[in-house]
């Protein structure tokens, strides 16, 4: 599975806008604190696949990684996306290494 940092995703993000942040947290976690991305919490994943694109990289956002490694598993696997990026360490991690601002929870 291929992961990006939350410092790598800072600097690609003020390069380019030709990605896609997706969060699978639940929407109360998203109200906390969020990139902006796109909210579709894990139990939609499928219901709501068709939001995720296949022509840009995606970045699956959680709150430490682990949820969004398996969202990652399963669009791989079952739906055979091949874009998909995990921002390793989470929402967590950018709260810490790039927004110390951000709300932490």
């Not at 896609?20 to 947290?25: A, E, T």
């Not at 990026?85 to 110390?100: E, F, M, R, S």
């Amino acid at each position: 599975m291929d992961e990006i940092t939350a410092q790598e995703l800072k600097e690609r993000l003020s390069r380019s806008t030709n990605i896609q942040l997706v969060d699978v947290r639940e929407p109360s976690e998203f109200k906390i604190c969020n990139l902006g991305g796109e909210l579709i919490p894990m139990g939609e994943l499928l219901e709501q696949a068709n939001r995720i694109r296949r022509d840009v990289p995606v970045v699956i956002i959680c709150h430490h990684g682990f949820r969004s490694a398996q969202a990652i598993n399963y669009l791989s696997q079952r739906l055979g996306y091949d874009n998909l990026l995990n921002l390793k360490g989470g929402i967590h991690a950018w709260a810490t290494q790039v927004d110390p601002t951000m709300t932490k929870y």
